[in-house]
């Protein structure tokens, strides 16, 4: 097997995340994400955090070099931008001491983008900003982008690359622009650049054909020494190589340390979601709920003897656990094992058994645990109180007439974010002003301690809370 060689992972959340449609992040929101990127990477880690100069990214990039200065982080925080020295003033200004310049060289971006210029002019251009960045202005580090790399034939690859080495880059960073290569391939790029220069190769992996994950662990393989991510796999059209599968395939399939703290990733992936508005898949690897959960009562019967039979992901390393549905496929076996410690006969197992089956079709759904102890119940007359029961609920709210509409909202969204609630916020016309639809509410005191801080807020006047009972497709 050929041995990985990982020097950092580049996380880009911040900055490829935030070119992912519909995704805008707030200052306040990029100092979190970008402080919980980093207590989850550790400080191998470089972090992406925007391309201050587009002005209005600008304070972002500055709020997260100040909140990380303030609390002392040694963590190499980098700055975004095209190949002008322009930018790279900006980036310096900014606070960031690491920078990423990027700049094509291919035939088409050369003509579209650049209006035909010159790949000679190209190279002039890309030749002048590092050495601008890095012996005049001084950054630590000087990253550079040869973007659409992967449209080029390998001799321009490694001549440009060989630019930006002589010109005194750190890196080199060849990224998959429209995500149309394959692993062998990529193995293939890369490992041929690779020889070709003396400094560290980056990669930086498009996700348009669903290969981003294995290009980036193919370029490892062939020698690049960095690699990116993004939480969720956010970015441009259908995003990067997603962090937490690929640290997940190199831990535990290469053996790499990845100085990853894993117990953070839940927690991170629950708030970006929450801040974009983006919900995880359930499908999504890992992090998605259906990851972990069994629904064949073959699997059912099988996990609950052997759960490696079924599984290759050690959930406790991530504080999750795995989990059963409850409904048409289900196994005698998963009820023996919710009523062990209970004297109940064979015969009124299957009953149970029987019943949720029944329900479940005749609902289309998974039951919930509250409804399968109600079943329970009914056959058995076992009660059982100490289940945490979740529930969609929908808030009406109405506000004053003066309301500073962008104030009240954020101070809603500020309040459900620090609960890392999934929610979605609608402006209504008729009685109400806005309905609040609340997902997987942890129970009535929840609930109601939500709907009373938002009574309290200064913009309302009144609000109205409904339980969803049942959601019908």
Same mark, same amino acid.
């Given at each position: 097997?050929t041995?990985i060689?990982?020097?950092g992972i580049?996380d880009?959340?911040?900055?490829?995340?935030?070119?992912?449609?519909?995704?805008?992040?707030?200052?306040?929101?990029?100092?979190?994400?970008?402080?919980?990127?980093y207590l989850?990477?550790?400080?191998?880690?470089?972090?992406?955090? !925007?391309?201050?100069?587009?002005?209005?990214?600008?304070?972002?990039?500055?709020?997260?070099?100040?909140?990380?200065?303030?609390?002392?982080?040694?963590?190499?925080?980098?700055?975004?931008?095209?190949t002008?020295?322009?930018?790279v003033d900006?980036?310096?200004?900014?606070?960031?001491?690491c920078?990423t310049?990027?700049?094509?060289?291919?035939?088409?971006?050369?003509l579209?983008?650049?209006?035909?210029?010159?790949?000679?002019?190209?190279?002039?251009?890309?030749?002048d900003?590092?050495?601008y960045?890095?012996?005049?202005?001084?950054?630590?580090?000087?990253e550079?982008?040869l973007?659409?790399?992967?449209?080029?034939?390998?001799?321009?690859?490694?001549?440009?690359?060989?630019?930006?080495?002589?010109?005194?880059?750190d890196?080199?960073?060849?990224?998959?622009?429209?995500?149309q290569?394959?692993?062998?391939?990529?193995y =293939?790029?890369?490992?041929?650049?690779?020889?070709?220069?003396?400094i560290?190769?980056?990669?930086?992996?498009?996700?348009?054909? !669903?290969?981003?994950v294995?290009?980036s662990?193919a370029?490892?393989k062939?020698g690049?020494?960095?690699?990116?991510?993004?939480?969720?796999?956010?970015g441009?059209r259908?995003?990067?190589a997603?962090m937490?599968?690929?640290?997940?395939?190199?831990?535990?399939?290469? !053996?790499?340390?990845?100085g990853?703290?894993?117990?953070?990733i839940?927690?991170?992936?629950?708030?970006?979601?929450?801040?974009t508005?983006?919900?995880?898949?359930?499908?999504?690897?890992?992090?998605?709920?259906?990851?972990?959960?069994?629904?064949?009562?073959?699997?059912q019967?099988?996990?609950?003897?052997?759960? =490696?039979?079924?599984?290759?992901?050690?959930w406790?390393?991530?504080?999750?656990?795995?989990?059963?549905?409850? !409904?048409?496929?289900q196994?005698?076996?998963?009820?023996n094992?919710?009523l062990?410690g209970? =004297?109940?006969?064979?015969?009124?197992?299957?009953?149970i058994?029987e $019943?949720i089956?029944?329900?479940?079709?005749?609902?289309k759904?998974?039951?919930?645990?509250?409804?399968?102890?109600?079943?329970?119940?009914?056959?058995?007359?076992?009660?059982?109180?100490?289940?945490?029961?979740?529930?969609d609920?929908?808030?009406?709210?109405?506000?004053?007439?003066?309301i500073d509409?962008?104030?009240?909202?954020?101070?809603?969204? $500020?309040?459900l974010?620090?609960?890392?609630m999934?929610?979605?916020?609608?402006?209504?016309?008729g009685?109400?002003?806005?309905?609040?639809?609340?997902?997987?509410?942890?129970?009535?005191?929840?609930?109601?301690?939500?709907?009373?801080?938002?009574?309290?807020?200064?913009?309302?006047?009144?609000?109205?809370?409904?339980?969803?009972?049942?959601?019908?497709?």
């Amino acid at each position: 097997m050929t041995v990985i060689r990982l020097d950092g992972i580049l996380d880009s959340t911040l900055r490829e995340g935030e070119q992912t449609p519909t995704v805008y992040f707030t200052p306040e929101e990029k100092c979190r994400i970008a402080e919980m990127i980093y207590l989850t990477l550790g400080s191998r880690s470089v972090l992406e955090i !925007g391309a201050p100069y587009s002005p209005e990214y600008t304070e972002g990039v500055e709020a997260v070099v100040k909140y990380f200065d303030e609390r002392g982080y040694k963590a190499l925080l980098a700055s975004h931008c095209r190949t002008l020295r322009g930018d790279v003033d900006i980036a310096w200004k900014c606070g960031t001491r690491c920078i990423t310049v990027f700049m094509a060289a291919s035939d088409k971006h050369l003509l579209y983008k650049f209006d035909g210029l010159s790949y000679e002019a190209a190279l002039n251009r890309i030749r002048d900003v590092i050495r601008y960045a890095k012996d005049i202005v001084g950054f630590d580090r000087v990253e550079y982008t040869l973007e659409d790399a992967t449209s080029m034939p390998i001799e321009r690859i490694i001549e440009v690359a060989k630019t930006a080495e002589e010109a005194g880059a750190d890196v080199v960073k060849i990224p998959d622009t429209k995500g149309q290569t394959d692993p062998w391939s990529f193995y =293939d790029i890369i490992s041929k650049l690779v020889e070709s220069i003396s400094i560290p190769v980056d990669v930086h992996c498009h996700n348009d054909r !669903g290969l981003a994950v294995a290009n980036s662990i193919a370029a490892l393989k062939a020698g690049a020494r960095y690699v990116n991510v993004a939480v969720m796999g956010l970015g441009e059209r259908c995003g990067i190589a997603d962090m937490a599968t690929l640290v997940e395939n190199l831990e535990t399939l290469y !053996g790499v340390d990845t100085g990853v703290n894993f117990k953070m990733i839940p927690k991170l992936y629950r708030y970006v979601s929450a801040v974009t508005g983006i919900p995880i898949h359930p499908q999504h690897p890992i992090i998605g709920r259906f990851a972990r959960i069994h629904k064949a009562g073959t699997h059912q019967k099988t996990v609950l003897r052997a759960p =490696d039979a079924y599984e290759t992901i050690d959930w406790s390393k991530y504080g999750l656990e795995r989990e059963y549905e409850f !409904g048409a496929m289900q196994s005698k076996e998963l009820v023996n094992y919710i009523l062990r410690g209970f =004297d109940v006969s064979e015969d009124k197992k299957m009953e149970i058994v029987e $019943e949720i089956r029944r329900r479940s079709m005749h609902l289309k759904r998974s039951l919930k645990m509250g409804e399968v102890w109600r079943i329970i119940e009914e056959k058995t007359g076992i009660s059982m109180k100490t289940y945490e029961e979740y529930f969609d609920a929908i808030i009406f709210i109405k506000t004053k007439p003066s309301i500073d509409e962008e104030s009240f909202l954020r101070m809603l969204r $500020e309040y459900l974010l620090e609960l890392e609630m999934t929610w979605t916020t609608y402006e209504v016309t008729g009685l109400w002003d806005y309905i609040l639809h609340l997902k997987n509410v942890g129970g009535g005191q929840q609930l109601d301690e939500i709907t009373a801080r938002i009574r309290r807020m200064p913009a309302v006047v009144d609000t109205s809370t409904s339980i969803v009972f049942e959601e019908y497709r």
